[in-house]
């Protein structure tokens, strides 16, 4: 109850801000609203390219990203404990012709823009295992104004960019869209993996770091979040009989999600925890092999036509607890392994079940070909 008073209080506020704010004329300007920030630089880099826009970028406190310009653009730290940058970032908001997002942002609750105004969510991921949004098994279970509360800031989700008809429909499930909400560009971040010469760059960066010569086979174990294990000492593997059977050949990443910390998997020669360091763009270019088990992870991985192993351990819990989109089983793209030994015995004898990484990229980044970020800026600004 007390959560809900103070985030009353607080979108009572931004209404009265964001009122006011909208006394201003609508400018040629393009506010990118971010908590993870990969979307967005390529969003950046075409505004620069293909328009006269002015770029406003206001980051989240979780927003850690290092934006990188061609031309000066305004950076603000947008959070309420920043009172001038968050009062000039609202005023932005509300003058803004086109606003980016890429997450649920609760200050949009309090946001009724101008009906000019085109805001474009791109979201953070470029497919989806588990549910969300209003399909998420949580949302029952909050009060009425929680609820209320999200369908607001759904509402404000005008459009919404896709690589694949498949994202479609669940975007349509979980924010209450119709088709017309639907941009069907592909997702800005799927360009990286189109350009060679970046993906090669990023895979012999990643090796120099890690000190990793090039016929060590680099493994990517990159698991979701569960959202009682926020702070983890250790991830569910037995790392010590990985390197007993594997260790001469491989090598171990481990990338938990942004929201958990990992606090004592120690870099030993076989494995290197390379949460928060690195971007996972960079990772899975580096990476020979990913194991997950309900990430977004594979969705781009499989544009680079390199092999998975699922590790969906707590599969029945998962399923019932918090719900997946699809049959796990039979849509994802590689071995399921319930054990360590599993999975030791799916990497010695090479057990991929490689021949579904084609007909899962081409099911679920149909629209993604290298130029989605081009294609979705030509649509919204010309």
Known sequence: MIKEAAL???LLLVRVLFSLCRCFSIQNKTVLLTSFGDNMQHVVTE??????????ILKEPRCSFRFQFQKQHVTLSFSPLSPIHFIRGMYHLATSRVVFVDNYHVILAGCRFHKSVTCVQLWHANGAVKLFGLKDKSVSGR???????????YKNFHKLAVSSDDMASIFKE?????????LRTGVPRTDFYFDEEKVSASRDAVRRKLSQ???KILLLYAPTYRSEELNVESVNLDIFKLKEQLGERYHL?????????LSAVADDGFVTNVSGDYQIEELLAASDVLITDYSSTPF???ILNKPMLFYPYDLASYEEKTGIWFDYQKNIPGNIAMTTKDLIRMIQTEDYHFHKVKSFNDRWN???DGHSTERLINMLYR
């Open 47 to 56: 505004l620069e390219r293909s328009t006269d826009s002015k770029v406003i």
């Open 366 to 368: 149909k629209y993604a």
């Open 253 to 261: 990443l481990i990338r938990v999600h942004p929201a958990v910390n």
């Open 8 to 10: 009353f209080l607080y």
């Open 143 to 153: 009060t009425r104004s929680a609820r209320h509360r999200f369908r607001a800031v």
């Open 213 to 215: 010569p090039d016929d």
């Open 300 to 302: 781009e991985f499989s």
């Open 174 to 182: 979980a924010f209450d869209k119709t088709d017309d909400s639907i």
